[in-house]
């Protein structure tokens, strides 16, 4: 499994903004972020591909912005607008392959141990 490693989370206030990382030990065809809230199941944020495709999950489209850089295996999440909403512990994922859909996450075979983001 791909070894990812988030960091960049943090304390924000409302409106605020928040750059998320994930550095990957190696490549990887498809890479997402996903967040858990307290009580909540875990859900997709976004996703990124190798191909150059993106999705993102529709609570967070032309707020939040996803890029790898593949130089670097890294994986970044800029979070504008924020709201009490988005306060979760936020997950990198990967995967060799395409995810369909793209946000199942029985799809993704490495994560990471999340970064906590909270929104007040």
């Known amino acids: 499994h791909v070894q990812l490693v988030e960091s960049g989370g943090g304390s924000v206030q409302v409106g605020g903004s928040l750059t998320l990382s994930c550095v990957a030990s190696?490549?990887?065809?498809?890479m997402a972020w996903f967040r858990q809230a307290p009580g909540k199941e875990r859900e997709g944020v976004a996703e990124i591909r190798s191909d150059g495709m993106i999705t993102y999950a529709d609570s967070v489209k032309g707020r939040f912005t996803i890029a790898a850089d593949n130089a670097k295996n890294t994986l970044s999440l800029q979070m504008n607008s924020l709201k009490p909403e988005d306060a979760a512990m936020y997950y990198c994922a990967a995967d060799a392959k395409a995810v369909a859909p793209w946000d199942w996450i029985g799809g993704y075979t490495s994560w990471g141990q999340g970064t906590q983001v909270t929104v007040s």
């Open positions: 190696e490549d990887s065809y498809c």
